[in-house]
């Protein structure tokens, strides 16, 4: 069974960037979707951000466009969250999920990986 692996969170001053990275441990079938979703402290979980794996399509959630950007390197089953321009209220726990429907709700992604801590300081 693939497993998910995150990467890159840490802690950064507000108007910072980091990079997320997601590694999957085998094949990224074409049909997949691969996202981002979110948990920050007191908070349900929450979409961020997805790639479509074969076209490259990205629908991304209101909060974070223009600010987020998801990318992927087939070759390396990696998936990436480029984030800039951190607000305190980006501060979360990001898990990278892979799917096979084109998705922003958490129930259509069957594969998590552990999450990785980005605490943005105001």
């Known amino acids: 069974q693939v497993q998910l692996v995150e990467s890159g969170g840490g802690s950064v001053q507000a108007g910072g960037s980091l990079r997320l990275s997601c590694t999957a441990s085998?094949?990224?079938?074409?049909?997949?979707?691969m996202a981002w979703f979110r948990q920050g402290p007191g908070k349900a979980r929450e979409f961020v951000a997805l790639?479509?794996?074969?076209?490259?399509?990205?629908l991304y959630a209101d909060p974070v466009k223009g600010r987020f950007t998801i990318s992927k390197v087939n070759a390396a089953n990696t998936v990436y969250l480029q984030m800039n321009s951190l607000k305190a209220e980006d501060t979360a726990v990001y898990y990278c999920?892979?799917?096979?429907?084109?998705?922003?709700?958490?129930?259509?992604?069957?594969?998590w990986g552990q999450g990785t801590q980005v605490t943005v300081a105001a």
């Open positions: 790639i479509r794996w074969h076209s490259g399509s990205l």
């Open positions: 999920a892979r799917g096979s429907q084109y998705s922003s709700n958490q129930a259509e992604y069957h594969t």
């Open positions: 085998g094949r990224i079938y074409s049909s997949a979707v």
